[in-house]
């Protein structure tokens, strides 16, 4: 039986490491994949994983492995299974990285079509003023209209134009939120109700619905200022300058994955006052884990980003509870084993939704949304001070290593927004 147990649990070993050659193989297709989706990703660095992977030919290493175990040759089948877990391991940390790079990559990219939309808000902003107040003067003391009628169109065609261009984004990020579809809904009404005065001729309440829509065009400009301000701050898709979902289930997860090592060394056996102790201390670690998972919750539900999990993290945190009081009563069995495995599972679980989340193309779009009739209050561009609180916070972002072109976007940026604010 004795000599029975090294081959046993070679064998297993062997199990465990296909298993995680075949999840690795998926997750590289999976991200394949996502890759040929979206642009701008780096193609050329995923070739060269795929290269490393095969030229590592673990499934070669997972052949002879077998085969030494046939024989047996424990010795042989031993160093094998080291070099496949050394290159599982190395491919592992190389996905991650390619992972990470693409979010970052999708993350500027989103930025930059934030920007450009923000740009465009304002011009169409500028324009409604210069329509508003043609309508409050030379309007009135003519009888054609139909010039100003065409320029309001324009700025319609303009809106409209604007709004397709946030619903594409909305698939990209969460940023893009109701209340700026609403500000632009608003815009749309007042401008259709202006359009409408001018073809009556009145040129007084066209005015009045044309200034009416270049508020909502600026609250609508001001959301997004807000969001991006946001997303510069927290380096995430809107964050608010915690650290992001990933980050953090991604830290609790190897904290997991200790604590889970220990406790199973631990399972069978009477225990000494030194093994008590340490599973007190085990069970405040997993005490300290649960806190800093309520705490991600609450976090992530006060920033809308609690939809991006798809882990229930409550389920999660009542299993967290039980092993809890399973430690504190020094009841290490097999079912308090599987909760700290299923534990682990869905905090992985959690990281991969944020993960494959980042790149879906089917996400609900904007149009399909329950606005919240409730906006927030209005930022006045005009206001000196509020313009300085921004002015700051992207100068300081600025600083912090974007690129040059980047660099270059958010001075244009400014220069808008300085040229919108002349006017008003």
Request: a negative charge; aromatic letters at 2%.
């Amino acid at each position: 039986e004795n000599s029975d147990r090294p081959n046993n649990e070679l064998n297993e070993q062997q199990k465990n490491l296909d298993q995680q050659m075949k999840n690795l193989k998926n997750e590289m297709e999976k991200l394949n994949e996502k890759m040929k989706e979206v642009s701008d990703t780096p193609q050329k660095e995923m070739e060269d994983l795929n290269k490393k992977f095969n030229e590592q030919k673990n499934d070669v290493l997972s052949e002879k492995s077998m085969q030494e175990l046939q024989k047996p040759n424990f010795q042989e089948a031993l160093k094998n299974q080291n070099q496949l877990s050394q290159n599982m391991e190395k491919m592992k940390n190389d996905l991650q990285q390619m992972q990470q790079q693409m979010q970052q990559q999708n993350q500027n990219v989103v930025m930059q079509n934030m920007l450009k939309s923000i740009n465009n808000i304002l011009d169409v902003s500028k324009e409604q003023e210069k329509l508003k107040n043609n309508s409050e003067t030379s309007l009135s003391q003519q009888n054609d209209y139909s010039d100003a009628m065409k320029s309001q169109m324009d700025l319609e065609q303009n809106l409209d134009n604007i709004y397709k261009q946030l619903e594409t984004l909305s698939q990209k990020t969460f940023a893009i939120s109701p209340e700026m579809g609403k500000a632009l809904g608003d815009a749309k009404r007042n401008m259709n109700e202006a359009l409408q005065g001018l073809q009556n001729k009145n040129g007084q309440g066209s005015s009045k619905e044309q200034g009416e829509a270049m508020q909502s065009l600026n609250e609508a400009a001001s959301l997004m200022q807000n969001a991006l301000q946001n997303m510069m701050q927290g380096g995430g898709d809107g964050g608010g300058g915690m650290m992001s979902l990933m980050q953090q289930l991604q830290q609790m997860a190897q904290q997991q994955v200790g604590l889970n090592q220990q406790t199973q060394m631990m399972q069978n056996g009477q225990m000494t006052m030194q093994q008590l102790a340490q599973m007190q201390r085990l069970s405040n670690e997993q005490g300290a884990i649960q806190k800093s998972l309520e705490e991600l919750n609450r976090e992530a539900k006060a920033s809308g980003e609690s939809k991006k999990i798809a882990a229930n993290l409550e389920s999660v945190l009542e299993e967290m509870k039980e092993v809890i009081s399973g430690l504190n009563t020094q009841k290490i069995d097999d079912n308090l084993i599987k909760k700290q495995d299923k534990i682990l599972s869905k905090l992985l679980d959690a990281q991969r939704s944020i993960n494959e989340r980042d790149f879906e193309e089917n996400r609900e779009s904007l149009a399909g949304k329950k606005f919240d009739l409730t906006s927030p209050d209005k930022l006045n561009l005009t206001n000196e001070q509020a313009k300085d609180v921004l002015r700051e916070e992207l100068l300081k972002a600025v600083k912090e290593g974007y690129s040059k072109d980047y660099q270059d976007l958010i001075r244009r940026y400014f220069e808008s927004l300085n040229n919108s604010t002349k006017q008003n």
